[in-house]
């Protein structure tokens, strides 16, 4: 399915949002084809950031927590073998980064009666190797007099993310 729109793996920041995600199969696709669009040309700082910005653009949502503590332990290890440069591990940094991401944006959730309780963070890269960070909720209420918005985030370097 994934082979048939080649066009949405061109960008590595193109999103994705699975609602049903089970283990992570879709997931694991589309970021390997995210990472495989990543320019190899690059200092390890951008790289380990590049291979960031693939996993902080998918949103995958389960029902079971199993399931989901599956498809993020799937995600993290695809993602540290990526960041692996010149024959060097991933950094901290790094490692901590990716839990963080999808810790945010792995989520356990019904998506079909409650998701008006499921919020992301919408994290969109910055020069620097920084993160702009937003709460996103996915479906937030139209018509609330006691609504308050999350609180917003600050836009830090990845090294930040969970420290
Ligand atoms: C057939 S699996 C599909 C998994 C995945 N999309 C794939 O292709 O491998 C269906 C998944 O939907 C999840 N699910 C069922 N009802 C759900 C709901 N209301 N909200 C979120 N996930 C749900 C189940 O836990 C299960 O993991």
Redesign the pocket.
């Known amino acids: 399915m994934l082979d048939l729109i080649p066009d949405a793996f061109v960008d590595v920041d193109t999103r994705f949002l699975?609602?049903?995600?089970?283990?992570g199969?879709?997931l694991v696709a589309i970021l390997e084809r995210k990472i495989a669009a990543i320019d190899p040309a690059m200092t390890v700082e951008a790289h380990e950031f590049a291979v960031l910005r693939c996993l902080a653009s998918i949103y995958g949502?389960?029902?079971?927590d199993e399931?989901i503590q599956e498809a993020r332990a799937r995600m993290l290890a695809i993602a540290s073998a990526a960041a692996t440069f010149d024959g060097v591990a991933a950094s901290e940094a790094f490692v901590r980064a990716a839990k963080t991401i999808l810790d945010t944006n792995i989520v356990v959730?019904?998506?079909?009666?409650a998701a008006y309780q499921i919020v992301f963070v919408e994290y969109t890269p910055e020069a620097g190797e920084r993160f702009k960070r937003a709460p996103s909720e996915l479906d937030p209420p139209t018509v609330d007099l006691f609504y308050e918005p999350p609180t917003p985030l600050s836009t830090v370097h990845y090294s930040e993310l969970g420290s």
């Open positions: 699975e609602p049903a995600a089970g283990t199969n879709f949502i389960d029902i079971s399931n959730g019904d998506t079909l009666n």
